[in-house]
């Protein structure tokens, strides 16, 4: 009988993992992958309020823009979905429209339908744009500011919309 290899009580063990060292892995790598992606999802959020609040304040310059240029006032009304045409009141829609402020943001305002500019530029109308999307609790917010129409971006906060910290 030749010499033994394996000395008593000791059991011979197979190349690889346990089922109990697979599913621990396994477990850790969806754990990392789960946590990644509501980091992602969150990111991606917050890029729609940018966009969006960018969209906000592009169309009031736009529609500022468009009254100097046409040398005359008009107005726009902002929707649920973003600028639209003023639904009476006889001043004729500033500049061009964009369809969507920004996939899935929700848009809260307190502006007046519509808000008017002067031929001269000046917006006539003030008030503050919420914008929210799901995946982020941050809001968005966008002042328009009387008498000269300045806006201000910002996060809604405690004291309301609070300007963003630059660094």
Do not use: K, Y
């Amino acid at each position: 009988m030749g010499p033994e290899r394996f000395q008593s009580g000791q059991a011979r063990r197979a190349p690889g993992w346990t089922l109990p060292e697979l599913l621990m892995a396994v477990g850790l790598v969806l754990a990392l992958a789960a946590w990644v992606s509501r980091g992602e999802a969150e990111a991606r959020a917050r890029q729609s309020l940018q966009a969006a609040s960018q969209r906000v304040v592009g169309g009031l310059e736009e529609a500022r823009a468009s009254a100097m240029r046409e040398g005359q006032p008009c107005g726009l009304a902002l929707g649920v979905t973003g600028w639209r045409e003023p639904q009476g009141g006889g001043l004729p829609a500033c500049g061009l429209l964009e369809p969507e402020l920004a996939a899935g943001v929700e848009v809260s305002h307190n502006l007046p339908d519509p808000v008017r500019f002067s031929a001269n530029g000046l917006v006539l109308d003030g008030g503050t744009v919420w914008l929210r999307s799901p995946g982020t609790p941050m809001v968005r917010c966008v002042v328009v500011s009387l008498p000269l129409g300045i806006t201000r971006v910002g996060r809604e906060g405690p004291g309301g919309c609070e300007p963003e910290q630059i660094l």
